[in-house]
């Protein structure tokens, strides 16, 4: 309880609950720490309310949907399949309520405070929380600013009525007739593609020459190829304009190649990007740390800032805006915080979208490598050449490994197919431990499985596959 208006000390003070924040919070207390963590949302920060969680389980209910409707295949036919989307919506409420309640649980047994509110610094060393009922002022031996993003808002078309960012979009209570997405990175990609498997018409407006631009075109050209089988129509290299929206109906202005082109949806989903919450009145100037000129946090090779007691993680922070990122920068803070020797180092960092197919990518492409002064090997092995990928009839797809030419060290890998999401893990392993292509390809996977494809892989990249005809 607060006297006055006197601090209270403590250890650490964590700004922001989501999978950044509450992570480097809990592993700060596994490690000695007294701990207060403020968010002025709900705890799992966008991830988990409004990101990551509700989005996947929306996929994941497009899928079940798009099985029932196309079971040819398998000789199974259903008649009369039909979408709930409320009952969809009542499904991923309660796939984040239980997240949520999890994080509470988490925090609450490692005897961690939780303040529900918002956060000022007022000097290097203090902090005031506040909301409609208290504001406890903290004084902090350390800090870690986990306060993330928020999706960019365009001049040209401001959310609101049938403009929606993607938290409008992922709480929708009916599947749209149609919908334009202006944006075809990994949310307007994800989005788009699950909103068609639902049924909607779907326009993806992207200003580069293919949707998921940070991936190979080798993996983009399959996703592609799979959003247009579901109808959605990807238009590249174009700009857009401007909208003008009624009270049913959103119409988009855009060009490309200097034509002026137009098209009318029940809904616009903007996806171009997010933006770091540094702005507004954290105080940041009164706590000494400093901004590059994109408002991202200055950090060093721990994750501290301009001022010595502050540590910033997440989308703040340079680096890619994911959830699993944050998680490991906030281990990384909590633990140099209390003395250990611990490092960012992003050299197993994976990237995932969740699309249909899926893409993974971790460590460097080919292109990087070679840019990086490497003499390169490498080479893809076909989901098709793989038994359990084929008895899913899901064969297509690839698993391409980059490896050192000199020792044959794994420098890399790119996965579009069925379950990409999951089989990144390995090979993530493989960069991180300094793993070869021999210690791939010799260790036994289990038959029949997806894994294969892992090993399999890396025999070809050797030069001596089993599954495909090596040239």
């Not at 800090?143 to 009525?161: H, N």
């Not at 989308?315 to 906030?330: C, F, M, N, R, T």
């Amino acid at each position: 309880m607060v006297v006055g208006d006197a601090s209270l000390d403590i250890d650490t003070l964590v700004v922001g609950a989501g999978p950044g924040g509450y992570v480097a919070a809990i592993r700060a207390a596994q490690l000695g720490q007294k701990v207060v963590i403020v968010d002025k949302s709900e705890l799992g920060g966008v991830c988990l309310n409004r990101g990551c969680i509700p989005s996947k389980a929306l996929i994941a209910a497009a899928h079940q949907f798009e099985a029932a409707l196309h079971g040819e295949a398998f000789g199974i036919t259903a008649e009369n399949v039909k979408v709930d989307f409320k009952k969809t919506q009542e499904f991923k409420s309660g796939v984040v309520k239980k997240m949520t309640q999890g994080v509470t649980g988490l925090l609450k047994g490692n005897k961690i405070e939780v303040f529900s509110g918002e956060v000022m610094f007022i000097n290097e060393s203090e902090a005031r929380a506040f909301n409609d009922h208290e504001s406890p002022r903290y004084r902090f031996k350390h800090c870690i600013l986990a306060t993330g993003s928020r999706p960019i808002e365009l001049k040209p078309f401001p959310f609101g009525g049938r403009i929606l960012s993607s938290t409008e979009a992922l709480e929708l209570q009916e599947v749209p007739g149609s919908l334009v997405v202006i944006g075809g990175g990994y949310i307007g990609a994800e989005l788009g593609q699950m909103f068609s498997k639902f049924g909607t018409k779907v326009t993806i407006i992207e200003g580069m020459d293919t949707v998921l631009p940070g991936f190979d075109k080798d993996m983009t050209r399959l996703v592609a190829k799979s959003m247009e089988k579901t109808g959605v129509e990807i238009v590249t290299n174009a700009k857009a304009e401007s909208a003008e929206q009624t009270d049913k109906s959103v119409t988009v202005k855009y060009s490309v190649n200097g034509e002026n082109k137009e098209v009318t949806a029940d809904y616009l989903l903007v996806t171009v990007g997010r933006r770091p919450n540094t702005d507004g009145d954290l105080g940041l100037d009164l706590a000494g740390v400093e901004l590059t000129e994109r408002g991202l946090v200055k950090v060093d090779h721990q994750g501290r800032t301009s001022n010595p007691q502050i540590f910033a993680i997440g989308d703040i922070v340079p680096g890619l805006a994911l959830a699993h990122k944050a998680s490991y920068e906030g281990k990384v803070a909590a633990e140099v915080i209390s003395g250990l020797p611990s490092v960012v180092d992003y050299k197993g960092m994976p990237a995932v979208v969740f699309t249909d197919p899926e893409c993974s990518s971790v460590g460097l492409t080919e292109k990087e490598a070679k840019e990086q002064g490497f003499k390169v090997k490498s080479g893809k092995f076909p989901f098709a050449g793989n038994g359990r990928a084929t008895s899913l009839n899901q064969p297509e797809g690839f698993i391409k490994i980059v490896a050192n030419e000199e020792n044959e060290v794994v420098l890399g890998a790119q996965i579009v197919g069925i379950e990409a999401s999951n089989l990144i893990a390995e090979l993530g392993l493989a960069i991180e431990m300094g793993a070869t292509l021999e210690d791939i390809s010799l260790t036994i996977h289990a038959h029949p499985t997806l894994g294969e494809i892992v090993m399999e892989a890396a025999e070809l990249v050797e030069g001596h596959p089993i599954h495909v005809i090596s040239r």
